[in-house]
């Protein structure tokens, strides 16, 4: 058994077990009780197949006995390389059965020579993986390079759900399918809901990923209150379209084993699109960005329709969400679930049902059931901003992180000294207590001193008739420190392109300090993104730094009184 440091804290745990936050259930034996209890219920779906809860069980079964025959034990970790198919939740599940620790986080647009250092870095001793997935795929193989490392003990293959019977690469070994399994030298499940269960590396938008490590009953305590505030039960058809390999695809997998409904992965690759896909699934709770939303509007307003599916919740997650998308959705009969959170604490502050429009469209509501937020100041973070301030987010509570992998330091400094998880991210608490996000404090703009949010611009900008997607970032002036950039992505093309005066008056319109005001403007075709579709402004200031972007520069001016 491997031994793993983390901040599980036994008198904490207490707490936590006492009050219900945590309890004895690990994923896979929630997906047994269903099994169990309703064997013959779709549970899981992809591109191309549906599985009920008795056959994902049976599948997980099986790939726990393969693993354990190939020299794992408990505490081993086990990754995921794969795009969104059904596999990536038997892997998961196998891994709670068997008290494997499990790496869903390899993204796609990752070379081989990263994964293969990620894969070194945590000791991997299983990878699954599909020919032809990554970005460098077709020049390197990823099968070749895996079995090189001296920890690993067995590397799989899976063919493309489109081409199915293709030949397997030299080493890769093919996934054991479901059917009986033998309990000759098999262990019984793990029953230890305090297990770490789960490893991702962080997608942040401003530096070098972290190993997140989470067990069963921090990721379950996070959709047990999702659950019980917005109702979801066995009824629940839940489509996720962020990729499996972030967050907000675990988030969903675990709301699905608590309320025992039938999880929707969508793949962008299998040629189908995602309002197509819903309408298919007949998906009640979709789950993605604010981006995502973006797009099937475009999409439905290009259609004429009236509803979005059988869409009545929407999660938006990663991005403050523009008020004109939410008010849509509300339109369309699909009340958005305004939600923030991080890797580290999962989605703890949400909006609920029965917020009213200005709360779900301004702030992302209330932390829930388990974990408390309080706002410290940038300056001392061991000091509480005053009611009304804006102020670092600060959490303690069931959902948190257990620790990043082999990382001490970054561990001990993500914590104040009272021990609150500190976000990183800027946030403003409004007389209800409900959060409103800023911004993250590394994206703060400080023009000669003067603090600028660039949330507040992005949402004023997208509340223009031609704006799709709006980033305001800092880029370097040698006066005044940094200076306001806005970068648009727009409708239309030519002429019905906005100029930039018009973005600006647009802006003063909708309560722009003309301190806050753009000074460099630009209409993009594409943003960088992370694979969980957050904006890179990292990346955009390089982009302006090598010259790749080149902004004009602007100037607002009021308009003259007659």
Known sequence: MA?????????????????????????????????????????????????????????????????????????????IWLPNRLENVIIFLACSRNGYVCNVSLHQNYTVAEIKALLSRIETKALFAQPGWGADADQVDVFTEAAQLPQMKRVYALPSLRTPHA???AGGHAMPQAAPTSVHHFPPPSSNADQVVYLAFTSGTTGTPKGVMHSDNTLLANAR????????????ILLTLSPMSHHIGTVALDQVLVAGGELVEFDPTAGIGALD??????????????????????????????????????????????????????????????VYGMTENGSHQYTQPD????????????????????????????????????????????????????????????????????????????????????????????RGGHNIHPAHIEEYAHRHPRVKKAAAFGVPDDRLGEKVCLALICHGQGDEMPAAEDILQHLAKEGLSKFDMPEYFAIVQEFPLTPSGKILKRELVQWVAAGRLQPQSVRYRAPTSA
């Open 277 to 338: 896909w819903i309408e298919q699934t007949g998906a009640t709770y979709v789950m993605g960005v604010p981006t995502h939303a973006m797009d099937l509007l475009q999409e439905v307003d290009k259609r004429g329709l009236q509803r979005l599916g059988s869409v009545t919740t929407f999660y938006m997650a990663g991005a403050p969400i523009p008020t004109e998308v939410a008010r849509r959705l509300l339109e369309l009969g699909a009340k958005p679930q305004n």
């Open 225 to 236: 209150a999702m659950v019980s505030d917005w109702g979801h039960d066995h009824h629940t």
């Open 355 to 446: 917020d009213p429009v200005s709360v779900i469209t301004s702030t992302c509501g209330k932390a829930l059931h388990g974990y408390e937020i309080r706002l410290w100041s940038q300056d001392n973070h061991d000091v509480e901003v005053n009611p009304g301030e804006v102020g670092e987010i600060g959490g303690r509570g069931g959902v948190l992180m257990l620790g990043y992998f082999n990382n001490q330091s970054a561990t001990e400094n993500s914590f104040n000294s009272s021990g609150w998880f500190l976000s990183g991210d800027l946030g403003q608490l409004d007389e209800q207590g409900n959060l409103r996000i800023v911004g993250r404090a590394k994206d703060l703009i400080i």
């Open 3 to 79: 031994h793993l440091l983390t901040l599980h804290d036994p008198a904490v745990a207490r707490e936590n077990y006492l009050s219900g936050i945590w309890q004895t259930d690990t994923l896979y034996a929630l997906a047994r009780r269903h099994a169990t209890e309703r064997g013959t219920a779709y549970a899981l779906r992809d591109s191309a197949r549906r599985l009920s809860w008795a056959t994902v069980v049976a599948w997980a079964d099986a790939v726990a006995a393969d693993l354990h025959a190939a020299g794992l034990r408990a505490g081993d970790r086990v990754s």
């Open 167 to 169: 030949a397997l690469p």
